[in-house]
Nanobody, 127 residues
């Protein structure tokens, strides 16, 4: 059983930066494509970014392009989402998820493709 745990959320001012992290217990993250999703109050969950298991492919939602960067660290088996130039509309609970059936060099931002989810970490952008 793969259990994902997010951390690093918090309160940040508009224009600021924050890095959220995703680690796993059980099997390591290194074998799977990992996605970051978010859900704002009153809205549906949406895909933000994903990274393939080999780290060679990344995808971003239009809202994240140019501001967010996803990466994975093999040594610590951690996936990061670096968020810069944050806006109030980025306020949401951020979830990481694992797509255990993705081929090595692919990832997609389709929620239904993901099999395991973390509990989420709150990111609030406010002055």
């Amino acid at each position: 059983q793969l259990q994902l745990v997010e951390s690093g959320g918090g309160l940040v001012q508009p224009g600021g930066s924050l890095r959220v992290s995703c680690v796993a217990s059980g099997f390591g993250l290194r074998y799977y494509a990992i996605g970051w999703f978010r859900q704002a109050p009153g809205k549906e969950r949406e895909g933000v970014s994903c990274i393939s298991s080999n780290g060679g492919t990344t995808n971003y939602a239009d809202s994240a392009k140019g501001r967010f960067a996803i990466s994975r660290d093999t040594a610590s088996d951690t996936v990061y989402l670096q968020m810069n130039s944050l806006k109030p509309e980025d306020t949401a609970v951020y979830y990481c998820a694992a797509d255990i059936y993705a081929v090595e060099a692919m990832c997609v931002l389709t929620e239904s493709d993901y099999d395991y989810w973390g509990q989420g970490t709150q990111v609030t952008v406010s002055s």
